[in-house]
């Protein structure tokens, strides 16, 4: 079996992919939540899933991404990849050092951002600002699912390249 049809397989079977009725980051409402945590806590799961954003990185010095859902995907994909990885906080913790980013980003690194899920692409641009702002050359994102509403067209008018592992509609399509 072809690892992209294993890999759309594996989101569903783990109920990654749940229909009903569900409010997203982006405050729109949608009839289908994909929870890749439902994925990164099983091991086999997350192995597949760091080999398959490994093998994506390209030229990358680095990679980056926004807490919690990142985080289990950036060490996966930064073991295979041997790349090193920053974790971007949400807000600054309040107390230390009080940064935002974890890790090192040194001037001028081309970083690769991953993230889970992108819907309409405003928390993987945060994400992207506050590592060009540390530096880092990002011109591309790397998504374990790309919902297609917006995100694509939302980070190209920021230069910003959208790749995704996997598509809602490839979810949402007839059984792998």
Do not use: C, N
């Given at each position: 079996?072809?690892?992209?049809?294993?890999?759309?397989?594996?989101?569903?079977?783990?109920?990654?992919?749940?229909?009903?009725?569900?409010?997203?980051?982006?405050?729109?409402?949608?009839?289908v939540?994909?929870?890749?945590?439902?994925?990164?806590?099983?091991?086999?799961?997350?192995?597949?899933?760091?080999?398959?954003?490994?093998?994506?990185?390209?030229?990358?010095?680095?990679?980056?991404?926004?807490?919690?859902?990142?985080?289990?995907?950036?060490?996966?994909?930064?073991?295979?990849?041997?790349?090193?990885?920053?974790?971007?906080?949400k807000?600054?913790?309040?107390?230390?050092?009080?940064?935002?980013?974890?890790?090192?980003?040194?001037?001028?690194?081309?970083?690769?951002v991953?993230?889970?899920?992108?819907?309409?692409?405003?928390?993987?641009?945060?994400?992207?600002?506050?590592?060009?702002?540390?530096?880092?050359d990002?011109?591309?994102?790397?998504?374990?699912?790309?919902?297609?509403?917006?995100?694509?067209e939302?980070?190209?008018?920021?230069?910003?390249?959208?790749?995704a592992?996997?598509?809602?509609?490839?979810?949402r399509?007839?059984?792998?």
């Amino acid at each position: 079996m072809e690892a992209h049809t294993k890999l759309v397989r594996m989101l569903r079977d783990s109920g990654a992919v749940r229909f009903g009725q569900f409010t997203l980051a982006s405050g729109r409402t949608s009839d289908v939540y994909v929870d890749i945590k439902r994925t990164w806590t099983d091991p086999d799961h997350l192995e597949m899933l760091g080999r398959a954003l490994a093998e994506r990185v390209e030229d990358a010095e680095g990679l980056g991404g926004m807490e919690l859902g990142a985080v289990p995907l950036l060490a996966a994909a930064s073991l295979y990849s041997r790349r090193p990885f920053v974790v971007v906080r949400k807000a600054p913790k309040g107390y230390g050092t009080d940064q935002r980013i974890e890790g090192t980003v040194p001037a001028g690194a081309r970083f690769l951002v991953i993230e889970d899920v992108t819907t309409s692409g405003g928390s993987v641009l945060e994400t992207v600002t506050l590592l060009r702002a540390a530096g880092a050359d990002v011109e591309r994102v790397l998504v374990v699912v790309d919902r297609e509403e917006g995100a694509a067209e939302r980070l190209a008018g920021a230069s910003i390249r959208l790749d995704a592992l996997a598509t809602l509609d490839e979810l949402r399509g007839p059984p792998a």
